[in-house]
C-alpha cells in the first residue's frame, strides 16, 4: 500500500516550452502533497506544499509563477514549469501524505532535462 | 525552527564491516525521525522511521537506528555492509503536528569496498 506514482519518468524539451509533471497516490487519498527538487549529489530541497483544493504553499526563493502547483483533487497534484530554461533541468520528487499517516510517501522522480 | 546535521558526506567501508551513518538533529518538540535511502536516478525507499515508543528502531534490509533524546541523535546501523547498500542516504526530521513538513540532511553517501 501506499505507492505514489510519477509521470513522466523522464522528459526533455526545448527552452521556452512548459513541462507538466504529474503526481498520483494510487492507493489512498493524499491531503497534502509535497514537491521537491534535487541537484545533482544534493539533498532534496522543498519546494512547496499543497492540501487538496486550496492554494499552494511555496518555500521562501521558489517563484510560484514559475513553478505552478495543482492538486485538484485527493489523488493527483501536477507540476507544471513554465517557459523551462536549462537552470531549470533537475530531479523533481513529489510525495504525499494521508491524514491518517505520521510520514510521506515518495514518488520515483521526474529527471527534467531543458535544451 | 528544526534542523538535520549528517555528519559525513561520505563514508566508505569494506564489505562485512559495520556500517555507521550519523544523524542529529535540533527539535523544540518530540519530533518524528526517519533514514531514506535513495539509488541513483530513483526516488526515496524508506529504510526506518522512529515515531513513539521503543527507541531501537528496525528497518528493512538490516538496518536499524536508535533514538537518543539526550544525544539529540538518530544514528544508522547495519552490522555487515553488503555491496547492495552502496547509495546515498537521507536522515529527515518533521513536526508531529500541521503539515508534516520534512526537513532533509544533507546526505552520506555509502560506498562499500571489496
Known amino acids: 500500500g501506499a505507492v505514489v506514482s510519477q509521470h513522466p519518468s523522464r ?3 526545448k527552452s521556452g516550452t512548459s513541462v507538466k509533471i504529474e503526481c498520483r497516490s494510487l492507493d489512498f487519498q493524499a491531503t497534502t502533497m509535497f514537491w521537491y527538487r534535487q541537484f545533482p549529489k544534493k539533498s532534496l530541497m522543498l519546494m512547496a506544499t499543497s492540501n487538496e483544493g486550496s492554494k499552494a504553499t511555496y518555500e521562501q526563493g521558489v517563484e510560484k509563477d514559475k513553478f505552478l502547483i495543482n492538486h485538484a483533487s485527493l489523488t493527483l497534484s501536477t507540476l507544471t514549469v ?3 530554461h536549462p537552470e531549470d ?5 513529489c510525495s504525499a501524505r494521508d491524514y491518517s499517516y505520521n510520514e510521506q510517501f515518495f514518488g520515483p522522480g521526474t529527471r527534467l532535462t531543458v535544451l | 525552527a528544526q534542523s538535520v546535521t549528517q555528519l559525513g ?3 566508505s567501508v569494506s564489505e562485512g564491516a559495520l556500517v555507521l551513518l550519523r544523524c542529529n538533529y535540533s527539535s523544540s518538540v518530540p519530533p518524528y525521525l526517519f533514514w531514506y535511502v535513495q539509488y541513483p536516478n530513483q526516488g526515496l525507499q524508506l ?4 515515531t513513539t515508543g521503543a527507541t531501537l ?3 528493512i534490509n538490516g538496518f536499524e537506528a536508535e533514538f537518543k533524546k539526550s544525544e539529540t541523535s538518530f544514528h544508522l546501523t547495519k552490522p555487515s555492509a553488503h555491496m547492495s547498500d552502496a547509495a546515498e542516504y537521507f536522515c529527515a526530521v518533521t513536526l508531529t503536528s500541521g503539515t508534516y513538513k520534512y526537513i532533509f540532511g544533507t546526505g552520506t553517501r555509502l560506498k562499500v569496498l571489496a
Open chain 1, 89 to 93: 533541468s533537475s530531479f523533481y520528487i
Open chain 1, 11 to 13: 522528459v526533455i524539451c
Open chain 1, 82 to 84: 513554465t517557459s523551462a
Open chain 2, 57 to 59: 528502531v528496525k528497518g
Open chain 2, 9 to 11: 558526506s561520505h563514508v
Open chain 2, 47 to 50: 529504510l526506518l522511521k522512529y
